[in-house]
């Protein structure tokens, strides 16, 4: 999972907007501001990160600028933003950490648990003999 898959994956977690389906809803656009901005401050350019949710560079231009006006003046987007940054760094930060998405994550959980059974029965068995 790459850098911009990892933070979709944290939004669509967090806020539960897919930053690249399309819409006009304030939800979806401030989950898109948050996207861009959090990119932007990692390196990444604006054309590149246009692309990656299929928008247009000036597009991502208007969410910088916005944002920087929201962080000071909605508490709301400020707690938004910061929260999904710091989920960002932190798994960033976790480099021994394979990188799940949580669909993953649910059919690792699922494929353990069916082993763990085996296991157990395994045991019951010898146990038993």
Known sequence: MNKTQ???AIILDL????VMKKSQKREM???RKIY???LFSKGFGKTFIARSILKNHATILHYLNDTEVLLLMDAAF???HENISNAFERRLADSSMNLMNRTELENELERLR???HELKLMCLKKMNK
């Open 6 to 8: 990892l933070l979709r």
């Open 15 to 18: 806020l539960h907007q897919d």
């Open 29 to 31: 656009v401030d989950a």
């Open 36 to 38: 861009a901005n959090i």
């Open 78 to 80: 400020k707690e938004k």
């Open 114 to 116: 069916e082993e763990n």
